[in-house]
């Protein structure tokens, strides 16, 4: 990526003019495609560059802050002639989706993010794009997830009001879906389905030892694109969602948070035989015993996923609760279990400060019954899941260590399904070598083993990832390489069907400036992040960057 930030002030006398800041965000991608046309014979005509760029502007004076966030994807090298008929190897843009550009051209410009704030002295208010989560996010959580390329906001209007100790928030507006991705390839792009959502809470703190908040949400998904669907049904509601949290700070030597939740749905959202009512209930508690920190936590999830089941092609959820899972090992089948419609479970982990501030080995032990079989799932009985990880953290200056390992097991109701098992282990480190060399190294590795899935059933496999890096001064040279066995997996290897290697050298000339150029090749997989599991596609090719501030 390539950052360009400028910030500009003017004086005039005493005082100085409005604040305005651009942050540009570039990035060239050259894709080496494996599809190839019968005749002529092996000719990469499919292969093709992709160039994405985000300015971002932001002007501040007083209390008033606007900002304006826009995107545009272009793709090169998308077209070739055969036998002088001109053929489009993929569509940028799909029909009738607003653009300025003309038909034939693969250039897409999009206002994604268009907001103004006026900061008061017991409130805030922002009228265009903002983001929203209250409690722990069950019944909203909209915000950036720029681990797997989400950006989706609410467009319309926050407001944020703080008379004492109170906090009370209300906002009215549309779900306003990132259109152009960052890092994902841009195929196919449509208009925003303008979901219309609309939400208060209330927060009390100070109440002794406790902070208290009810919220509500209601939710009316839309079946068209743009604006237009704002006059369909207006007052009909998919989803209604209504919860309370509690806060307790050092009760009984522990910090508590519990939060419930209840939804209702429509006939839309409601499945056969089902309930039109789900609900949440999530629990933590901390607990600090000399050198240790005991942390336990607790749900239970009945129907909550339905509320994201509209937005599943749309790559995004508005609903995202605490999983209590250890998302780094997340695979096409536990990712089932993230999204369960059905399931109840608990976490307890222990850290202990062996060396403060230096050494923390912990250990933790997660248990799932998972009663959902629909959706995601392979299997089709119920499932007890067992997941025991350990590790530590070690960091002391240049030198640092994380490193975790586990085993979990997802042990299906009877004795002819059997279970399906992850063994997993990762592991980061620096450390500095001779002649002023500091060295990086990453690593993962997983096996799992399925259990009986009938017509599905699929070989056990194992994966692996890992980069080696060295840093000199201002130069820092990397080698990855990934394997994987996976049957799941959607993408091919450089240097065999199963074997992924790229390597990536980067020159940091000052510390504003950053330039990167990597040549290689990535799998695919999921990637979970903040409670949301996405699919990412691999990539073989070249990719530029630079990081830059000014």
Known sequence: MWWWGVAFAQDAGESKGPSVTFTNDIELRYWQVDQRLPDPDDVPVFDYWEQVDRLNTVVSEGIFTASLQLDQVALWANRYYLDDVLYVEREL????????????????????????????????????????????????????????????????????????????????????????????????????????????????????????????????????????????????????????????????????????????????????????????????????????????????????????????????????????????????????????????????????????????????????????????????????????TTGLEYIDGDRAVLFNTGFRVDDRDGNTDGADRLAHADLSTNFPLPGGLLAYISAASRYFAWGINGDLQQAPFGDAESSWGLTKGMVTGTVSLDWTANPLVRSTGNVSDSVYMGGELQVKPARAWTMKAFYGAQKAGIRCSGGQCRTLPGFEGLRLSAVGTF
């Open 93 to 388: 843009v799909t029909p009738g989706t607003p653009t300025p550009f003309p038909s034939g051209v693969d250039v897409y410009l999009n206002p994604e993010k268009v907001s103004g704030r006026f900061e008061l002295e017991h409130a805030t208010i922002v009228i265009g794009d903002a983001y929203t989560a209250f409690g722990r996010g069950l019944a909203l959580n909209l915000n950036r997830n720029v681990d797997i390329d989400i950006d989706t906001s609410l467009q319309g209007v926050k407001a944020v009001v703080r008379p004492g100790a109170w906090d009370l928030t209300a906002v009215v507006a549309t779900a306003n879906r990132q259109q152009v991705f960052q890092d994902n390839p841009n195929i196919g792009i449509y208009g925003d389905l303008r979901h219309r959502v609309a939400g208060v809470r209330a927060e009390r703190f100070g109440l002794g030892p406790a902070n208290v908040g009810a919220h509500g949400v209601v939710y009316d998904f839309v079946e068209t694109t743009g604006f237009a669907s704002l006059t369909d049904d207006p007052v009909a509601a998919d989803a209604i969602v209504g919860g309370a949290t509690t806060e307790l700070i050092g009760v009984a030597g522990i910090d508590w948070f519990v939060e419930g939740d209840v939804y209702s749905y429509s006939h839309d959202l409601a499945l056969p035989d089902t309930s039109p009512i789900g609900y949440a209930g999530y629990l933590s508690a901390s607990g600090y015993p000399g050198p240790f920190v005991i942390l336990v936590e607790g749900k239970r999830y009945l129907g909550v996923e339905r509320v994201n089941s509209k937005l599943t092609p749309e790559l995004y959820e508005v609903s995202v609760g605490p999983t209590l899972e250890y998302e780094r090992v997340i695979l096409e089948d536990t990712s089932a279990a993230v999204n369960s419609n059905d399931i109840w479970g608990a976490r307890v982990q222990v850290d202990w400060a062996a060396v403060p501030g230096k050494l923390v080995p912990y250990v933790a032990l997660a248990t799932f019954r998972d009663l959902d079989t629909t959706g995601l799932h392979f299997n089709d009985v119920p499932e007890t899941i067992g997941h025991v």
